[in-house]
């Protein structure tokens, strides 16, 4: 049994690239989904870690968070267009794949070390009142974009997957607007070309990953957790940013048309999980007091102190005579 799950696992990853579904089947010869018979409920029956203590998505209750200054997040690589851009339709979720150059990487805030860019994807519902697999204070929101990232020091994609620290997955939410989101749009045009699985289609127009994110970037909770589809691994700190971005209900609603192996993909998204204690924060502002400190920076704040205490010891010797 054991065995039949790491083949699982090692198969699972391999197609999967990230908390993106994957064509994987099972034992059984059917793949995980999101209906009754193959849905999350069932997702541990073949995949052990499914039913792990530390499991995403997550309820995040605003009252609940502690607030925290961490270092700014430093985003390299996120306004060079790409060289290319391919959007794809792997069964589960249309994936935005980017060939550059320079393989865009984030790094500073909760983590440490830097993370590069894999892929990106959405998970959505039957309608705009469901969709997001995080949620803030149990609302949940219509879209939401996850942005796979693994640790650079790990190698590869599939060795960061075997440490605790291994990914980060930028998360973005979406509300409904009466106007068209025009940065969207060239992902969403391309939606009916990329209908049935296993079907690809190249952007025409290389959007950056910059321009895909809200432009408060500041505000976000963070907390450690898993994969949201098989092979769950806990393996993610996750990192979701509180400024949604605007999409008008027909962008939105061209996701819903997309189809899977079993007919139209209308939702993909996995239930909140228990938090089995586990602390989340909420970034409410960036601590500057790491950033460039050199010859030429501001000063330590410890020799300020000294300077100062020096010059009141002064004061006083001047102020006794
Ligand atoms: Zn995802």
Redesign the pocket.
């Known amino acids: 049994m054991k065995l039949v799950v790491a083949a699982n696992l090692l198969l699972a990853l391999l197609l999967s690239g990230?908390?993106?579904p994957a064509w994987t089947s099972d034992t059984k010869g059917h793949m995980f989904g999101y209906d009754d018979h193959n849905g999350p409920s069932h997702w541990a029956e073949e995949y052990e870690t499914c039913a792990g203590k530390f499991q995403s998505p997550i309820d995040i209750e605003e009252h609940l968070v502690t607030q925290v200054r961490l270092p700014p997040l430093h985003f390299h690589g996120f306004q060079s267009e790409p060289i290319s851009s391919t959007v794809t339709n792997n069964g589960h979720?249309v994936m935005l794949q980017m060939n550059m150059s320079k393989m865009a990487s984030v790094s500073g805030g909760p983590l440490k070390g830097n993370y590069l860019f894999t892929q990106l994807?959405f998970?959505w519902g039957y309608n705009d009142s469901v969709g997001s697999?995080d949620t803030i204070n149990n609302h949940t929101f219509p879209l939401e974009l996850?942005i796979v990232m693994y640790k650079e020091n790990y190698g590869t994609f599939e060795n960061a997957t075997h440490y605790k620290d291994g990914l980060t997955?930028l998360a973005v939410f979406y509300e409904i607007y009466e106007t068209e989101n025009q940065v969207y749009s060239e992902i969403v045009q391309l939606l009916p070309f990329v209908t049935m699985p296993n079907s690809q289609h190249q952007l025409k127009k290389l959007i950056t990953l910059d321009s895909l994110l809200p432009m408060t970037k500041h505000l976000y909770f963070t907390y450690n957790g898993s994969l949201?589809?098989p092979p769950c691994l806990e393996v993610v700190t996750w990192i979701e940013f509180k400024q949604p971005i605007l999409l008008s209900h027909y962008q939105v609603e061209a996701f819903r048309k997309l189809k899977s192996r079993e007919g139209l993909m209308t939702h993909n998204f996995r239930p909140v999980q228990p938090l089995s204690g586990r602390p989340v924060w909420f970034n409410v502002a960036d601590d500057m007091s790491h950033e460039k400190r050199g010859h030429d920076s501001a000063a330590n704040p410890l020799e300020t102190s000294y300077v100062l205490v020096s010059f009141f010891v002064l004061l006083l010797s001047v102020l006794e005579r």
């Open positions: 990230g908390c993106l979720t994807h998970h697999e996850h997955v949201t589809t």
